[in-house]
């Protein structure tokens, strides 16, 4: 009786260590990796909200801002994407000064003219018109006036200003 | 009878004890299998929720980098056009203080302008001072490259041609 007293005693020391060693081993490897695994998602879930709230402002702070030049933005693309031909210049030219007539005029949108003026103030009114053309005009040099009778004749260059190349964005 | 004996032994007053440690260890085990079964699936969920997040921010930051370009674009048309228009009204001035060099007693035939050179062309009674007056303006940026001048009729007919500073004559 004493032997068995002591079996039985043995065997629930064993029972005891071996549930308890079970248990530890379905928390060592099952249970607490996928608490960790859990609560490290919740964390980048937590940093990816920030993020994305940071993104979602910094979005609203350029649709705001592209909002608030939209109507700009559209005249402005407006002048640049407006097709130069040499008779709608001209025929523009001759708005203000009466007496143009062109005189070459190249795929690249250079347009050379020549106009006839009263006086070279007449030309200095057109070149501050310059800006309300239905496109981008630049003069270039050179500019040659040569007296006329009666007037002067003044040789010029206009070309089409095109926004060729759009810088990248600037890099966050 | 022997196994009479070894019967007794299995009913030992400690067996049911054993048995509630292994009935304990296998719920309390239950339990974490299910906790952990309830931990997985949460983690499912928090899986889909951060590639939810993932997929908002790739659309944002597409968004914001189109806005962005579009932004960049208007900016730069819009320095084009300031620059060509600062660009107008800046050779329409140089025109008109080039022109208001000229005297009053000089009749002006040609003038022309260019980047690297200027040339006055007409006649004028007092030509040396015209020709001294307008050397000493322009110094800042140009100098005398070339003078012609013929004596008619009490005045001068003249060619002033200047050139840049810094450029060949």
Known sequence: MMLDRQSSSFELTLSLFAVIVLLLGVSVWLLIPETKTYLHLQDETRTAVQTTDRIQMEYDRLYEEKASTEAEAAALSERFENRAEAEDVLAWVRKFLNEAEMVSAAPDGTFALRVRVASPAAFYGFVDQLDSAPWVLRLLSPVVMQAEAGGIAVAFTLRVATPAAVPPPLQK | ?169
């Not at chain 2, 009674?125 to 100098?143: E, I, K, N, P, V």
Request: hydrophobic share 45%.
């Open chain 2, 1 to 169: 009878m022997a196994y009479n004996f070894i019967d007794a032994v299995s009913k030992t007053p400690f067996s049911g004890a054993v048995r509630k440690v292994w009935y304990g260890g296998a719920f309390l085990l239950a339990l974490l299998l299910a906790a952990s079964a309830v931990v997985h699936s949460m983690s499912g969920g928090a899986r889909e929720a951060l590639a939810k997040e993932k997929t908002v921010q790739e659309t944002l930051v597409l968004q914001s980098d189109q806005l962005t370009r579009q932004q960049a674009q208007f900016e730069f048309g819009k320095l084009l056009r300031q620059q060509t228009r600062t660009a107008n009204v800046l050779m329409a001035d140089q025109l008109f203080d080039l022109l208001d060099l000229v005297p009053d007693d000089a009749t002006l035939e040609r003038f022309e302008f260019n980047e690297t050179s200027v040339i006055f062309a007409g006649v004028c009674r007092r030509f040396d001072a015209m020709r001294t007056d307008m050397s000493r303006a322009l110094s800042g940026q140009y100098r005398i490259a070339e003078t012609t001048q013929t004596a008619q009729k009490g005045q001068t007919r003249f060619m002033l041609r200047f050139t840049a500073n810094g450029e060949m004559p």
